[in-house]
């Protein structure tokens, strides 16, 4: 599934740095080579014990892991709404992305400029934050307007069905807008939420707040004052936050994975930032991983929680979803419990699944189909 994660920040908050050890990690993952889809776009693994355990158990001879997408979005500036600077590029870069990964600086650094060459050590994660989501914001709130006047007159004098639909959405959605939060605090039912879809807005995209946190603080996120201020402003927004370290990750993606995890255990950690910020924002979008399992072939596939069987089939090929009959499934509990699809069978944990079953995180399947 081609979904991505687009990186934002305010200049020197480390959003670089953070990119260019993504896009390091992925060159030299062994089984599933970065590639780059575009200058500024990289495609790293995400991290999976399972298949490591399938792998070990099945001896394929061939292993592929499911991968993600992240994309480093152009810099923001104040005043990006109105097309300052490289706004209208930042939009657009933010329109075609699923969620939205935001770093932020979480350390003191004399030696580093603060946005709008703000001088002194001490920063401000809160001013940072609020400066790129005002811009969202702003952005969001002149689309919302420009709908708002059209569709009221419809609503009003047509009496169309989904036109009143869409005024109310945007009645609950212009006020909090005008308030300055983003339209990711609002509570929407079911068929708000179709309407809401329709409306591209970007502060509805989902979020994952990266504290950048110094070196010698990484180990211990939870003593880090700055780190309490964005899991607080967090937790508002309905949005997530992981804590990394940018230049420990741009030092540990140029070592081999033993002395990654020597590194890694020096320093307090049990694995790395990337792999841990791939993992979070693949969650982030609701995603989760099915495996097909042979001889051939261990390999791992994204899906969207709540996809029925067909439309898993259908991440493999057409072909699969259009000609699907069933699904035989198996558990990746059962067979590591039970150590073969034989003895799972016999154990009658074996599924034949139909058209209407939906797919769990760590399913095995292997579909049947005629086309």
Same mark, same amino acid.
């Given at each position: ?18 990119f ?25 693994e ?13 001896k394929?001879k061939k ?10 979005i152009a810099?923001?500036v ?6 300052e600077?490289?706004?209208?590029k ?39 934050i609020?400066?790129?989501? =005002? ?5 969001? #709130? ?5 709908r708002? /006047?059209?569709? &009221? @007159?419809?609503? *009003? ?7 009143v ?11 909090v ?16 939420l ?81 792999d841990? =910020? ?5 969650? #982030? ?6 495996? /097909?399992?042979? &001889? @051939?072939?261990? *390999?791992?596939?994204?899906?969207k ?13 057409s072909?699969?979803?259009k ?9 990746y509990d ?16 074996l ?21």
């Amino acid at each position: 599934m081609a979904l991505t994660a687009g990186i934002v920040g305010l200049p020197n908050v480390g959003k670089s740095t953070l990119f260019n050890a993504i896009t390091k990690a992925g060159a030299e993952a062994a089984n599933y080579p970065f590639a780059t889809i575009d200058p500024n776009v990289g495609m790293v693994e995400v991290p999976d014990e399972r298949l490591n355990k399938l792998t070990e158990l099945i001896k394929p001879k061939k292993t592929v892991p499911t991968t993600f997408e992240f994309t480093d979005i152009a810099g923001i500036v104040k005043g990006a709404s109105r097309g300052e600077g490289l706004g209208n590029k930042f939009l657009a870069n933010i329109r075609e992305v699923d969620s939205i990964v935001h770093v932020v600086r979480a350390f003191d650094d004399e030696n580093v400029m603060r946005e709008n060459n703000r001088e002194g050590a001490f920063i401000d994660p809160m001013a940072d934050i609020e400066t790129i989501n =005002l811009e969202l914001i702003l952005a969001d #709130l002149e689309s919302v307007n420009k709908r708002y /006047t059209r569709v &009221e @007159k419809v609503a *009003r004098t047509a009496k169309d069905k989904d036109a009143v639909a869409e005024f109310n959405v945007l009645k609950k959605i212009k006020p909090v807008l005008e308030d300055g939060k983003s339209a990711r605090t609002i509570t929407f039912d079911d068929d708000e939420l179709k309407v809401v879809k329709g409306l591209f807005l970007l502060t509805t995209k989902p979020v994952l707040y990266v504290a950048n946190v110094s070196e010698d603080e990484v180990g211990m996120p939870d003593n880090i004052e700055y780190v309490k201020q964005i899991r607080e402003f967090a937790a508002t927004e309905n949005a997530e936050v992981a804590v990394i370290s940018a230049r420990v990750e741009e030092e540990i993606s140029e070592l081999e994975e033993e002395e990654k995890a020597e590194f890694l255990e020096a320093i307090g950690l049990s694995e790395s930032g990337v792999d841990l =910020l791939t993992r979070a924002a693949y969650h #982030l979008l609701g995603l989760a991983t099915y495996f /097909t399992a042979g &001889e @051939k072939e261990v *390999r791992a596939w994204t899906f969207k929680r709540g996809m029925k069987a067909p439309q898993m089939a259908g991440i493999i090929h057409s072909d699969f979803e259009k000609g699907f009959i069933r699904a035989v499934t198996m558990s990746y509990d059962d067979l590591i419990k039970y150590g073969s699809e034989k003895a799972v069978r016999e154990a009658g944990r074996l599924r034949e699944e139909g058209k209407d079953y939906v797919g769990q995180d760590g399913d095995i399947m292997e579909f049947r189909f005629n086309v």
